[in-house]
């Protein structure tokens, strides 16, 4: 173990942080409380904010979780983590050594090099085999190897708790709003704008085909308005997600298609970035592609009134 913390960190060797660990797959507002305290102590404290994670996530190791669940990719957490004030960034390759590792192994190798003054975590955080380190067992063992451990319960929004799976469960049924509200920020992706098969400028409609990234949780197909973000600009859009099945294309597998409104260029090769707000309808079969026109029509004047 003390090898897997020390080729994560390198040479370097911290002289006191405040940590926080968990998986944190979303950095909902419940983590952003964790985490908040994290960078309030550490910065009061003189120490370095740090924050340790696992890739895969857990749960997805054990199985809970399929490979294209995530709603936040590895390189989208780190950078969400440093934008919140985390300093020191460390994802551990979740393995079954990881997860048959003792509590103390682990606290052990930890304070080797983190010299950690005092661990944040959720109630419901455990660690090692048979999840032996609770939250109990880790204070316990905190004090024994000096430092403190604060505890942070769940948060609570809309009388439930903030947690990753309740986010899960809401994206998975368009709910974005009440999704986007337990996240504190728009649920997105980012893909490069790849060639499509121009059906869309066919119809009138000419749209940036965008390659859904692996590992991403992905939304019910439908038609979404979303802000899209190219090359530092922002432009509102009509998105459908889905198999397009008004020209028998069900069997071709899901494609990503954003009309940018009041714009139009060649972004081939680009990335953008879809922030997806609301779901405007499911995605239907229609008789004709005159019929699907005159929907995306009253798609666009719905994604207007909802993103101007």
């Known amino acids: 173990m003390n090898n897997m913390l020390i080729n994560l960190l390198g040479p370097e060797i911290l002289t006191g942080s405040a940590v926080s660990i968990g998986a944190f797959d979303g950095l909902h507002l419940g983590h952003c409380h964790i985490l ?22 857990p749960s997805q190791f054990f199985g809970r979780l399929g490979p294209n669940d995530r709603i936040l990719l590895r390189d989208e957490q ?18 079954r050594l990881l997860a048959d590792l003792s509590p103390e192994a ?25 999840r032996a380190g ?16 604060e505890i942070i319960d769940k948060d609570i929004l809309d009388g439930d708790v ?6 899960r469960g809401l994206l998975r049924e368009g709910k974005l709003r009440e999704a986007d509200r337990l996240l504190g920020y728009p649920f997105f ?11 869309g400028r066919k119809l009138g409609f000419p749209t940036l085909n ?16 979303v802000y899209n973000y190219i090359n530092g600009m922002k432009y509102a859009s009509v998105t459908n997600i889905g198999v397009r099945p008004t020209f028998g294309l069900d069997d071709k597998g899901v494609f990503v298609e954003s009309y940018l409104l009041n714009m139009s260029g060649n972004f081939y090769g680009d990335t953008a970035r879809l922030e997806f707000i609301e779901l405007l309808r499911p995605e239907i ?4 592609a005159e019929a699907l026109g005159a929907q995306i029509r009253k798609d666009i004047q719905r994604a207007e009134q909802i993103l101007s």
């Open 36 to 57: 908040k305290n994290t960078v309030d102590y550490a910065r009061n404290h003189g120490l370095t904010a740090a924050a340790i994670l696992f890739d895969p996530l």
């Open 78 to 95: 780190e950078q969400r983590l440093h934008d919140l004030g985390i300093e020191r960034v460390i994802i551990l390759p979740f393995s």
């Open 106 to 130: 682990f606290l052990d190798s930890m304070q080797q090099l983190l010299h950690c003054r005092r661990l944040f975590m959720g109630a419901d955080f455990s660690l090692g085999k048979n």
């Open 134 to 149: 609770n939250a109990a067992v880790l204070s316990k063992m905190g004090k024994e190897r000096g430092f403190t451990t």
């Open 162 to 167: 903030i947690s990753s799976t309740r986010i």
């Open 189 to 199: 992706f980012s893909g490069e704008v790849i060639h499509g098969d121009a059906r």
């Open 210 to 225: 965008v390659k859904i990234p692996e590992g991403k949780l992905t939304l019910p197909n439908g038609v979404y308005a």
């Open 285 to 288: 079969r229609f008789e004709s």
